[in-house]
């Protein structure tokens, strides 16, 4: 009877050791350890929705609204009598009527003519003619539209060569429309250009805007830039993983690392691609499109 009672003491003391050993191993299979998920890219609606609506008009940001974007990108000019002016192309020809109402004005440049004369344009048939009728917005007008509609600004400064000044005129605007209070700078702006040296001047002149450089710098420079820029944006098909890395290392004007906003993506495919390089927004004409993959 000793014998058995010491055997099975036995038994029950091997089985508790072995679970001992065995139980922490099979608890750290079943609990992988935590990860920290990376915030996915913001869609950007590049000129608003222009896939669905003229771009760069005030349909244009409706439907991106519609569409539940909330980052908005434009382009800023000024008309001849100094009226800033959201168009893309440094003339009138491509989206608005301008040929048939001043015909005899070519090359139909934008500096060429008045906030008037800009405002007769419609700026909505050559898309669809759903959309006859609508207009070039000026920068006042499509700040109200962007007050009302909550939504945020990606403002790219358009060829600021051929409009000298312009870089506080638009600081001037933003601040009428309260536009430069802590809380917009602080995540409700951007501005943005090809031109280096008109994204140091707003930055010179208002240290407190988020800035980015349109284009795809030398690593070797990025710490230049970096002195008056917070993003690095370039277009889509210069990017590699190891290129966002390279800017993301860096810190910004604001001492936050560098972020990497990329132009223009328009299918879902390239979009999760891009999503999977680390990249912080994505500029689409169909942010929808980008969105859906992004979320699924």
Known sequence: MFLRRATVAAGTLLS???LLFIAPAQAAQAAPAPTVAAAPPVPVAHRGASAYAPENTLAAVDKAHELHITWVENDVQRSRDGELVVVHDPTLSRTTDVEQVF???????????TAAEIAQLDAGSWFDAQFA???VPTLRQYL?????TGQNLLLEIKRPDLYPGI???????LDRQGWLDQRHLRDKLVIQSFDAASVARIHELNPEVKTGFLGT??????????????????RYTDLTAEYVQAVQAVRGAHGRPLEV???TVDDASTATRLADMGVNGIISNAPDVVAGALSG
């Open 16 to 18: 508790t050791v072995l």
């Open 261 to 263: 906003f990329t132009w």
């Open 144 to 148: 109200q539209k962007l007050t009302s």
């Open 103 to 113: 015909p005899d004005r070519a090359p139909w440049n934008v500096a060429d003519f």
């Open 167 to 173: 870089e506080s005129e638009i600081l001037a605007e």
């Open 133 to 135: 009728g609508e207009r």
């Open 217 to 234: 710098p030398a690593v070797s420079d990025l710490s230049d830039y970096a002195t008056y820029c917070d993003q690095v944006n370039p």
